[in-house]
Each structure stands twice: as C-alpha cells, then as structure tokens.
C-alpha cells in the first residue's frame, strides 16, 4: 500500500494517546485538515559537509531515492506515512559503509528557507562504523516535516545529534531506528528555534548488547510549544538504555515529555531508566513530563524512571551574586549550566563546543 492510501484509511488519532494528548493531529497537521495530504510540498536545500566545511569520505553519503518505510510494529503510521505522502520530491537515502571511521563530525544541514516542506531519509549505518552526525534544521516555513527511519550496524558507535532551529511555524519530526547488536548509540534532539514543535522518537533494541542513550536540551521561550514523545523498546538480552531530558522554559512557553521504555519477555538483563527534568523560568511558563514503564521480563537489571520540576535555584544566584555576577549574568549561567548537564553528553569534545557557540543567541533568549 503506498502512503498516501495509508494515511488516508487512518482514523484520526486519539487524544488519549500520550502521543497526542498535548498535541492533537489537527493542530500539527499544515492545514487542519487531516484528510488532505498537500501536493506542492518542495524539496528543502540539502548540504552534506564535515563540520569544517570540507567534503565527507566517499564511504559516507547521501543520494536521492525513492523508499518507503519499511513495515515495523513500533512507529506511529500517521505521522509516518503523512511525512513519505508529502514528500512524494524528497526521499533520500544516507548510506555509510561497513568499518568507516570518520575523526571530524559531519553535518547536514537541511535548510526549508520559507516554503513548506518535508524529506524522508533513509539511515543505513553498516557494521563497526564510528562517525558523529550533526542534523541541523533551518528556514522560515510554516510547517515542515522530517521522517528519519533506518539501521545502525552491528558494533558501530554512532553520535547522533538533530538541532531545530527553525524560525518559525511548525516542526514534525519521526524517528524510527534500530540499534544493531553491540551497537552504541548516543541520540541527541536540540530544540530551540520552532513556533511549534511535535516529535515522536522511537528505538527499536531487537539485538543482544545494544546500548542507546537517549539525551535533549530543550529551550522554549515567548509562546513555543514543543512536545516530545520518545519510546525505548528492549527486546533482546542484554540490553541498555538511559534517557536524560532537560528543558528550560520561559516566558509564556510549554513543553511536553512523555517517555515508555518497553521490556519485552525474554528480554533477560535488560538495564533501562529515564529522568526528566524541567527549569521553569517564569511564572507563566509550564512544563509536563510523562514517564512511563512497561517491563513485561522479571530478570531485569533494572528499570526506573523519574520526573522534577522548579525554578532557578535562589542560592545558587545568590551565591553567583555575591561573587561579582550581575543578576541577569548569574540566571544566565545557571541555565546555561542546567542544559549543559545533556548537552555535554551527545558527543566530542568538538561537537559539543559547536553545539555550545550555536546555543547562545537561544540562550539568551531564555531570559529577555
């Protein structure tokens, strides 16, 4: 069935899903319409470069191919197939060769500009690759959609960072991924730029060993409303995963993070945990965090889960203060310190000062 006839036999989707409890599929959807599937969605501006600008290994690369997702019992089909229906002129395929090593981060950089827009890439990471990959999100549209699905090869160790920073409208986003046997993964969302944003990110460990850590720095201010929905699913032995989330909210913003770790039977020594973590930075600004556990395996190593909310802690600023920092100084400090805490985990040492100096506008944003 193509997607465009998948979409269309959908029903709408319920509101009592976590998935679109805060954020029902009429609002995300370009129109509001659920039942029209635009046609004169363009394809974005899409350039593949090492983070210095110079050109990736040719084992590494991008080519433009007609896929459809692949059938899985893990990712959500409406937002799935509406994303491959829309963008019938802009289906890739990344492909990374067997044992390619890459020292230097590689970024691709997916600019919509200010048409509305939508890719479908396809991610095929081979066997004991090691790369870092930055995916950065920009333009002015009124809605964009991004559908990554794919495999990571077995032994690889792959950082995995996406960056919003549109400057408006509306932002879909869908993950589905396997993580390979032995495989480690790092997989980062930074999210600071869309007026809206709804994201649906989901993991499938289906092989033994696999080890996933799942990490955001979220960053809403004025009236943004970002939603995140991640889902960890354990079934296979030996199987580790941990989500670290921190947002900081301010001004009339909100954000949503509901997170399900799934533990399959027969997932033996399975070690899954989950922590979310809000900074409110206003009084108007309001922050949910959902998460959630279904462990169906009695030999786990462990799984747990945790959620906290609060403002900016006053002795720390008064500590700051006293000390010499202005009070918009010390405030800024200690939330630059609060997503660090996730941000400093996604990768490299230079991956993370480049994530750092991208942050600071968004940053400041936070406070004025």
């Known amino acids: ?27 995300i959807h370009p129109t509001g319409n659920i039942r029209e599937i635009p046609v004169n969605y363009k394809q974005p501006d899409i350039k593949l470069s090492l983070l210095d600008g110079s050109e990736v290994p040719s084992k590494f690369t ?36 067997n044992n390619t090593v890459i020292e230097q981060p590689v970024l691709l950089r997916i ?11 396809n991610i095929e990471v081979g066997r004991h ?9 920009e333009g002015k549209p009124k809605w964009f959609g991004l559908l990554r699905k794919g495999n990571i090869g077995e032994g690889s160790i792959v950082n995995d960072v996406v960056v919003g920073q549109m ?27 869309s007026e809206k944003t709804k994201a649906d990110l989901r993991y499938m460990m289906n092989e033994n060993g696999s080890n996933l850590r799942v990490l955001g720095s979220i960053l809403s201010a004025d009236k943004m409303h970002i939603d995140h ?16 989330w921190h947002s900081a909210c301010g001004g009339n913003s909100k954000t ?25 930075l206003s009084k108007k600004a309001e922050a949910d965090s959902i998460p959630e556990l279904e462990v169906s395996e009695h030999d786990v190593v462990g799984c747990g889960h945790g959620t906290a909310n609060g403002p900016v ?13 202005s009070p918009d100084d010390a405030k800024d400090a200690l939330i630059a310190a609060f997503l660090n805490t996730t941000l400093s985990e996604m990768g490299s040492e230079t991956l993370h000062q480049w994530l750092a100096e991208n942050l600071q506008d968004e940053l400041k944003s936070l406070t004025t």
């Open 1 to 27: 069935m193509k997607s465009e006839e998948l979409y269309l036999s959908l029903d709408e989707p319920d509101n009592s899903d976590h998935l679109w409890r805060y954020s029902p599929w009429k609002r």
């Open 62 to 97: 991008i080519s433009k191919q007609d896929n459809e997702s692949k059938k899985n019992s893990f990712s959500d089909p409406v937002s799935m197939s509406f994303i491959e229906s829309v963008s019938h002129d802009s289906k890739f395929t990344l492909k990374v060769e």
């Open 111 to 121: 600019d919509s500009e200010s048409v509305n827009s939508a890719i479908a890439l």
């Open 129 to 137: 690759c090691e790369f870092e990959l930055i995916t950065l999100i």
């Open 167 to 193: 400057k408006s409208g509306t932002l879909l986003r869908v993950d589905a991924i396997n993580i390979g046997k032995d495989s480690q993964v790092k997989a980062g969302s930074i999210s600071s730029g």
């Open 229 to 244: 929905h991640i889902e960890i699913y354990h079934d296979a032995p030996e199987t580790y995963s941990r989500l670290d």
């Open 256 to 280: 949503i993070g509901t997170g399900m770790l799934r533990v399959s039977d027969g997932s033996k020594g399975a070690d899954a945990g989950q922590l979310f973590h809000n900074l409110l």
């Open 313 to 325: 802690d006053e002795e720390q600023l008064f500590y700051l203060e006293a000390r010499g920092f």
